[in-house]
Structure formats: structure tokens, C-alpha cells
């Protein structure tokens, strides 16, 4: 491909919209255009990635035996509201009336209509199992759409559902798709990692997230340093103290004793003015959910996790409740709840269980509780982990240290189980011709986000560095000066030679200078470099720059070709 004659429109300032790496230099290196709010256009250099991260996709799903479906993008209410998701999702979907006043909406994701095309089509066991990907446009109306095609509202996504006969099936098929997802981003050259993660909206009981290690990510997550253990921060485990013989031995209780705390409402507040630990107070929050209302107990210098609380109630909505409840519910002011003498039902986090003589609000203006046991002064309902992450935890499985990682989510796979085929009636007859629920898995992988997160992972202060297998061109060919006669008859033949056998190659053919040039050689970030310049060729030699190390090498100019397809096929597998 001549540079010439082709769209590549870079830039030399930063745009003052973009705000990460990626949306810079994906703006700068003449790969998107924005048209509106979190919609971009995938100019020729951009797309060229696009399609070789879709290439790997496709080859990775044809090898796990996924089959591949088209499915539209335009998606009828009834279907959505069948899973209550029509309700549920919120303003990210977009909703629309046709000319004859009938609901829909744009795809965010595509469960309803695989899942409607299973229940039509599938009817024996021996149909199963069978998983069906596309790739394909969606649309979230995101409130606040930002980091270029990272959070964008139309993005181009892979998304991947499988249908089994029971949960072992299902998991056999979940690992598949596991294993798939991690050939395709170690594939596109990327350094990840497999993280136990929420699963939102899109529900099920279990999830992975694929996330690209990169220090702008937004996502945080954890991974022990000693065995394999990786969350997200919201899901993340981790050792807990055992409850000891000591702790359970009413002897060592003290007294309970009420003291005036007036105006202490923070955690910070009471310790100071009692002189004690945060660690040594209980935090009594009241939560409101679609099953009523619940207390969450943390320890003081622990934080809330509304994710696992909301996982383990159930419950589609879950808030703080209001300062009006609080007070309906405790008898005392937002900041003076405790545990003793609640009516409704009291969840402690796992950490609580070791805890004994603590201090809590005493459910009552001004005032806390000393000396707080569980037993003898109320009782939790269930212990459950409920806190966050914080620095210096165990790993729940070998109680190794834990590190603190920024990620960027590319991919993530749900085992559903039966949550869309019980809504909508998935069923298949078994082998004694009885009516069973179809079991379900779910399987996403943004594609434009992964070329974003390669270019997240890989740059410098000169413009992207693309690992070879996702870059948009392989070897980019500049001879410095192309109105030089030797320099223009050679690189117009070594053009030819290099994309009759098969290089991708991108062939700087402009009469600009030298710095321009090698400027927007290292913006774009094409792998490597040939460089034509006469004093070298006056020699019988060629340049070759790696983009990524910055190596120099030079080549006589007869094994230009082969030298290349050796570093090409270095990079390709590394």
C-alpha cells in the first residue's frame, strides 16, 4: 500500500477531547474520527486492526467448534420484556418506536434473541451442545461515554452463547471458551490476566473477566504472588481470621456500657474521641432492597462492598437507605446505628466472627456501646464476606501476598445456567423424552477495546508500539528522500518484492522530509522500519529499526526479504 494513496490523516497536537493514551494516539495516528458522543469512525489504518483481532476471534471460535450466526441489531421489546430486562437495564438501552408504534431497541447484547432462536430450534438432546458466536455492532447509551473507543456507546463486540443439557456440560463448555479467550488476547501479543469478576446485568451466578495489565487501566485487581488467585477488586477474597476458643468465651466479655458521643458520627470521630482503634468498632449500615430492608456490619477500617451484599441478597436493587429509614429503623440519627435491638435481619462481614469487646452505635442520639459481643448482646443472622479489598490481605487459597494491578476488561465469560431459558421456555427433550431447561453460558470480547488496550500497554512519548500480530501493517518502507533516483527505483522494487511474498506492507512514498517522516513512523507504530538511505545503498546495505526495542540492524540488500520474514515471524510468536 502506497502512503500516498491512502487515508492516513495523522496529527501532530494532542485533540484537547481525548483523555487516555489510546484515545490520543488512536486520533493522532489517523485511526478513528469522531462523529458524535461515544460514536467513532474506524478510518482504513484503524480498521486494519479491527479485522486482525476479528481474525484471530474467528479462527480461535472455528477451533473450539463455536459455529458462527449473524443476528440483528434492531431488537423487538416483547423478547426483552419476557427476562425483565426491558425494565431492568435502564437508560443504556436505547428504546424506539417504529412508524407503527411497536417498541425496540438497539442490541447492547444479544441473550434474548439467541435464546428465542434455541427455543425454536433446538428439540432433542441431541441438538446439544452447541454454541453460536457473531461479531457485531452494539449500542449502550452510556451517561457519560469517554476514553475514545474504550467507553464508547457503538462499539464492535464479540459476543458467544452456549447451550447444554446440564451444568457439568455447561462447565465443560464454560472451560472451552476459557481457554479460547486466552489463546486469542495471548495471540494478539498482549500481557492479561483471567480474574473472577461480577456479572452485572447480564446476571448468572459465576464470571471471568479477561483484563489487560496496563497503568491506565480503570479496572484494579488483585492476583497472589504465589499461586494462581485473580480477582477483580470487586470480587476479590481473601484470608480471613478464624474465630478462637478465646472469643467464644463469655469469661473475657466486659460489661456493656453506653457512653455519650455527642456530634461523633464518623468512624474517624468516635475512635478519636473514645481513644480506641478503628479496627476495634463495628459499622452498622441499613441497606434497602427489593426483599426490605437489611444491616451490614464491617469492621471500622473496612469498607462496604455493595456488589457482594447485593450477589448474596439476590436483589436486582440495592441502596444505602435513606436517613429517614435509618432513623425509622434504629431510633437514632444517621451515624448512631448499631446492631443491638434490630428488628430486621443482620448480616455480619466474615472478619466480625473474631471480634469481641467492640464498640457500635447505641441506637441512640450522642451515644455508642463498649463492649460489644455477639451472643450475649444480639445475633447476626449470617456471617458473609462483605468488605472490600484493602492492602495487606491474604490469598484465600495458599495465604500468600497479594498484589495490586491496573486493568483494562477486554473479554468476559458467564456461566448463566437456566436464567434466560426458564424466563423464556428453552427446553429440550432427554433421552426419556422428558422437558428439560436448556443450560446456559455467555462469552464477550470487545474488539475495538482490545486494539485500545494493546496501545494502553504499548507506547511511548513518539506514538504507538503494535505487537505484530494486531498491528495494521507488519513493515513500514521509507526511503528518506524519494525524489533520489536510486532511492525511489529501489524501494518501488523492494515494495513489489515484499508484497509478493505475502509482507504487509505500508510504502512511504510521499515527498516530504525525512523528519516527517520518521515522525510519523513511530506515531503510527507500524513493528519495523526499512529505511532507504543512498549512503547506505550506495554500500549494499539496508536499515532495519524494530519499533518496539529501538535495534538497529543493517542488512545487505539482497537478504532484506529474508531477514524481515524471520523478525516478522519472531514477533508473531513470542
Not at 39 to 58: D, F, H, M, N
Not at 167 to 185: I, P, T
Not at 405 to 410: A, L, M, N, T
Not at 523 to 541: A, F, H, Q, S
Amino acid at each position: 500500500m502506497r502512503y500516498s494513496q491512502y487515508l492516513l490523516p495523522t496529527l501532530k497536537e494532542v485533540p484537547s477531547e481525548a483523555e487516555v493514551p489510546s484515545h490520543q494516539l488512536m486520533l493522532r495516528a489517523g485511526m478513528i474520527r469522531k462523529l458524535a458522543s461515544g460514536v467513532y469512525s474506524y478510518l482504513p489504518l484503524g480498521l486494519r486492526s479491527i479485522r486482525k483481532v476479528e481474525t484471530i476471534i474467528r479462527e480461535e471460535m472455528n477451533r473450539s467448534g463455536a459455529i458462527e450466526v449473524l443476528l440483528p441489531i434492531v431488537l423487538p421489546a416483547e423478547l426483552w420484556q419476557e427476562t425483565h430486562r426491558w425494565e431492568e437495564y435502564g437508560k443504556e438501552l436505547l428504546r424506539f418506536k417504529d412508524r407503527h408504534n411497536r417498541d425496540y431497541c438497539m442490541g447492547p447484547t444479544q441473550e434474548e434473541v439467541i435464546t428465542d432462536i434455541a427455543r425454536r430450534e433446538i428439540r432433542s438432546y441431541r441438538q446439544i451442545p452447541l454454541n453460536l458466536f457473531q461479531i457485531q455492532t452494539k449500542f449502550r447509551d452510556e451517561i457519560r461515554p469517554r476514553f475514545g473507543v474504550m467507553r464508547a456507546r457503538e462499539f464492535i463486540m464479540k459476543d458467544g452463547y452456549s447451550f447444554d443439557v446440564d451444568g457439568k456440560n455447561a462447565d465443560e463448555s464454560y472451560q472451552k471458551m476459557y481457554e479460547a479467550y486466552s489463546r486469542v488476547f495471548a495471540r494478539c501479543g498482549l500481557k492479561f490476566k483471567v480474574v473472577e469478576a461480577e456479572s452485572g446485568l447480564i446476571g448468572g451466578h459465576f464470571s471471568h473477566e479477561f483484563m489487560v495489565l496496563a497503568e491506565t487501566g480503570e479496572e484494579t485487581i488483585v492476583s497472589c504472588t504465589h499461586c494462581a488467585y485473580a480477582a477483580n477488586i470487586e470480587k476479590a477474597e481473601f484470608k480471613r481470621s478464624e474465630r478462637t476458643s478465646w472469643s467464644n468465651d463469655p469469661n473475657l466479655f466486659k460489661p456493656l456500657q453506653k457512653t455519650l458521643t455527642p456530634n461523633q458520627r464518623t468512624v474517624e470521630e468516635v475512635t478519636q474521641f473514645l481513644t480506641v482503634l478503628s479496627k476495634d468498632l463495628v459499622k452498622t449500615l441499613i441497606f434497602e432492597s427489593d426483599k426490605g430492608c437489611v444491616a451490614a456490619l464491617v469492621r471500622g477500617d473496612h469498607e462496604i462492598n455493595e456488589k457482594k451484599l447485593k450477589a448474596f441478597l439476590a436483589t436486582e436493587n440495592l441502596q444505602l437507605a435513606s436517613e429517614e429509614t435509618v432513623e425509622e429503623i434504629t431510633h437514632a440519627p444517621k451515624g448512631f446505628a448499631g446492631p443491638l435491638g434490630l428488628s430486621i435481619p443482620i448480616l455480619a462481614d466474615l472478619d466480625i466472627q473474631s471480634m469481641t469487646n467492640f464498640v457500635t452505635g447505641a441506637n441512640e442520639k450522642d451515644a455508642h456501646l463498649l463492649h460489644v459481643n455477639i451472643g450475649r448482646d444480639f445475633h447476626i443472622s449470617q456471617f458473609v464476606d462483605l468488605r472490600k479489598f484493602t492492602q495487606g490481605d491474604l490469598c484465600p487459597l495458599c495465604g500468600g501476598e497479594m498484589r495490586w494491578d491496573r486493568g483494562i476488561e477486554v473479554g468476559h465469560i458467564f456461566k448463566l445456567g437456566t436464567k434466560y431459558s426458564n424466563a423464556m421456555g428453552a427446553t429440550y427433550l432427554d433421552e426419556q423424552g422428558k422437558e428439560k431447561m436448556m443450560v446456559m453460558g455467555t462469552y464477550g470480547i470487545g474488539v475495538g477495546r482490545t486494539v485500545a488496550a494493546a496501545i494502553e500497554q504499548s507506547y511511548d512519548q513518539n506514538g504507538i508500539i503494535f505487537p505484530m500480530p494486531i498491528a495494521p501493517f507488519q513493515v513500514l518502507l521509507l526511503p528518506v528522500n524519494i525524489k533520489i533516483d536510486l532511492l525511489k527505483e529501489t524501494a518501488e522494487q523492494l515494495h513489489q518484492t515484499l508484497l509478493a511474498n505475502g509482507v504487509e506492507v505500508l510504502y512511504d512514498d510521499r515527498e516530504e522530509t525525512p523528519g516527517v517522516k520518521f515522525k510519523d513512523a513511530d506515531l503510527i507504530g507500524i513493528p519495523l522500519r526499512v529505511t532507504l538511505g543512498e549512503k547506505n545503498l550506495k554500500k549494499g546495505l539496508v536499515e532495519i529499526k524494530k519499533r518496539r526495542t529501538g535495534e538497529i540492524f543493517l542488512v545487505k540488500q539482497q537478504e532484506v526479504l529474508s531477514k524481515l520474514k524471520e523478525m516478522i515471524d519472531q514477533e508473531m510468536n513470542c
